[in-house]
């Protein structure tokens, strides 16, 4: 069974800065496309951004670009999604999910397999 638990969440102001990191455990993580999404209340999930499984593909929401960046470390399962230049608007609980030999720029949510439980963003103005 895969499990994923994100961590590195939290309050942050305005233009600050936040690292979300995402572990996969229990099947081999460099054969999943890994994906971060949010949801904010009342809203529907959204993609953020994807890795390609060998990191070497990105891809990103026109929301984030060039404020967020996804990466992966193979040798820790884990996936990062460095978060730079935070606006209210980004606030949201945070989803990391990984889509079995998927693609970077899979948006779908019903793409992906497996889902971590979510880590709450919250930017203040």
């Known amino acids: 069974q895969v499990h994923l638990v994100e961590s590195g969440g939290g309050l942050v102001q305005a233009g600050g800065s936040l690292r979300l990191s995402c572990a996969l455990s229990?099947?081999?993580?460099?054969?999943?496309?890994m994906g971060w999404f949010r949801q904010a209340p009342g809203k529907e999930r959204e993609f953020v951004t994807g890795?390609?499984?060998?990191?070497?593909?990105?891809y990103y929401a026109d929301s984030v670009e060039g404020r967020f960046t996804i990466s992966r470390d193979n040798a820790k399962n884990t996936v990062y999604l460095q978060m730079n230049s935070l606006k209210p608007e980004d606030t949201a609980v945070y989803y990391c999910a990984a889509n079995l030999l998927g693609a970077a720029w899979t948006t779908s949510p019903r793409e992906y397999q497996y889902w971590g439980q979510g880590t709450q963003v919250t930017v203040s103005s």
């Open positions: 229990g099947h081999t993580f460099s054969n999943y496309a």
């Open positions: 890795i390609s499984w060998g990191g070497d593909r990105t």
